[in-house]
């Protein structure tokens, strides 16, 4: 597989995956640029070859058809300034108003070495959600080579993340830098971790994490379970969690998870105390209870100072930490405290030597809310794409460029 960093992409038209689906509000100013940020540098590297780019993304969910809304021409302004930063120089930034067509194959064909060319949002045809090879195919003949630097959409077999990389040899298609990142620091997570490993699994639904909780029974050493989903496994248990969110139709997997979890040595680590609210509500009124004795009308809504302490202790004495979902509904100030306390010892730990790996959109959200994003090793740009790694699951956007 050709290295991105080994390449010269010198008069190559280069056409990128990136994910570019951020925030605007209502002004179609962008919220949060993350996304666009983290491109920045595969994108200035095949500049500085002397390389052209091509921009490909998707941005929000438009219904079929273009959708002013959704347009990536609201990005232009913004991308040009954020590219012009990194290259110290004015770049010319064109915009074609569809992804295929005549126009996008005129502009990149007339596409001058130093140039970048951002195409119209990829789902204003729904060919690109399905997957379909014909457009994959008319996407490909825009560029010589195709790099693939969208880690957020790479757990989709889309006609762009993954369809596309067959119409080009394989020393013409590689990943960009932001995804090698991503790999490289998943990677050393789920094969090549230092001891004792902990995974902390936070949120509102053990629905959505069992099968990350199933496959880091076979790598960890101990899993902090936090949030709305530990009272799950609270009830599974025997315990009373008054009106604490609860599925009780994972009742038994939640049961067959400590089970196995026993058999295979993994510390299970679930908060022994809660914060708890008579409603859900920022100004709701609120008390302390052990997390099996919640009374009816009451819910947990963060774990207690207890279970801060221990998931503190347990969290110092770990070298490998991997993070996803908060520890309570940490929107609310209230409820932020157990979450701001594991993000706290998380940067702490990293601080004294552990590998830190925080991952999924609100573990982020809160890391980036404390202020601590650069205390730990590593913020994954990936939500959905981050957790089917972890789940084991061999992602669609990863194996069309291994293949
Ligand atoms: P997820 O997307 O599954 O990671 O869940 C994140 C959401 O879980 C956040 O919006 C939190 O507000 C919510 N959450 C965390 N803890 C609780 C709780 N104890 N009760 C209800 N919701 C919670």
């Not at 951020?22 to 002397?50: C, F, Q, S, W």
């Not at 091509?54 to 590219?83: C, F, Q, T, W």
């Not at 012009?84 to 992804?99: E, G, H, K």
Request: hydrophobic share 40%; charged share 25%; glycine share 8%.
């Amino acid at each position: 597989m050709t290295q991105f960093s080994q390449h010269n992409f010198k008069n190559e038209k280069v056409l990128i995956r990136v994910d570019f689906n951020v925030p605007l509000d209502e002004h179609y100013n962008i919220t949060d640029d993350t996304r666009m940020r983290a491109a920045i540098p595969t994108i200035k590297k095949i500049l500085d070859d002397g390389g052209s780019v091509i921009l490909m993304s998707h941005l929000g969910r438009p219904k079929g058809g273009a959708e002013d809304k959704y347009s990536l021409k609201h990005l232009v302004n913004h991308l040009s300034e954020l590219i012009n930063q990194s290259t110290n120089q004015p770049v010319n930034l064109i915009f074609a108003n569809d992804c295929i067509g005549n126009e996008a194959i005129e502009k990149s064909k007339n596409l001058k070495s130093g140039e970048v060319l951002l195409l119209e949002n990829l789902r204003f045809y729904k060919e690109e959600e399905k997957g379909d090879e014909a457009f994959a195919k008319k996407l490909s003949k825009l560029g010589d080579v195709y790099v693939n630097d969208a880690f957020g959409t790479a757990h989709r077999a889309h006609a762009s993340t993954a369809v596309i990389a067959k119409f080009f040899p394989g020393d013409k298609k590689m990943f960009g830098l932001l995804m090698e990142k991503e790999i490289t620091n998943a990677e050393k997570i789920l094969h090549n971790s230092e001891k004792p490993f902990l995974a902390i699994i936070g949120g509102a639904k053990v629905s959505d994490k069992i099968l990350i909780i199933e496959n880091l029974l076979d790598k960890a050493n101990d899993i902090i379970i936090g949030g709305g989903m530990a009272y799950t496994f609270f009830k599974a248990m025997g315990g009373h969690t008054g009106n604490s969110l609860c599925e009780d139709d994972r009742l038994d997997k939640a049961k067959e998870l400590l089970k196995k979890a026993e058999e295979k040595n993994v510390c299970i680590h679930l908060p022994a105390d809660s914060i708890i609210a008579d409603k859900f509500d920022a100004n709701a009124s609120t008390s302390g209870a052990l997390s099996n004795d919640i009374p009816d009308g009451w819910m947990g809504l963060d774990i207690g100072e207890m279970a801060c302490e221990t998931f503190r202790k347990v969290i110092h004495h770990s070298k490998t930490i991997l993070w996803n979902g908060p520890m309570g509904v940490f929107e609310m100030k209230k409820f932020q405290h157990g979450t701001k306390a594991v993000a706290k010892a998380i940067a702490e730990a990293t601080a004294d030597g552990a590998f830190s790996l925080v991952g999924g959109g609100d573990s982020v959200a809160a890391v980036n809310e404390f202020d601590l994003a650069d205390k730990v090793s590593y913020v994954s740009t990936g939500g959905g794409a981050l957790l089917e790694y972890f789940e084991g699951k061999e992602l669609p956007g990863i194996k069309a460029i291994k293949n």
